[in-house]
């Protein structure tokens, strides 16, 4: 119940282009102050866990980890996704919340 809420949410964020995916621009966004929570895949790589959450930790940025990417990636609607930024604090405090 509560993975269909936030994946929803999710999409939702994603339709009202609050949604960054992708390493590299994640990444962008994060170093501008732009993400407001980011969304990391389980099975990700172990260099871009440590890559993104030192990051996040370093521009004090909540993350949270997702079971795996393709679950990730069908709540944007694209296929797998490893890392997610959401950029919008409404979207970002009510997913947090939903995933903690």
């Not at 790589?45 to 993104?52: G, P, Q, V």
Request: aromatic share 8%; glycine share 6%.
């Amino acid at each position: 119940m509560v993975y269909e809420k936030w994946n929803r949410l999710l999409g939702l964020a994603n339709r009202a282009r609050k949604v960054i995916s992708g390493e590299e621009l994640v990444l962008k966004e994060i170093r501008n102050g732009r993400a407001k929570l980011v969304l990391l895949s389980q099975d990700a790589s172990n260099n871009t866990i440590k890559k993104i959450t030192n990051k996040c930790r370093y521009y004090e940025i909540p993350f949270v980890f997702v079971n795996d990417r393709y679950s990730l990636g069908q709540a944007i609607g694209k296929a797998q996704r490893v890392v997610v930024a959401v950029t919008d604090e409404g979207f970002a405090s009510t997913i947090k919340a939903l995933l903690d």
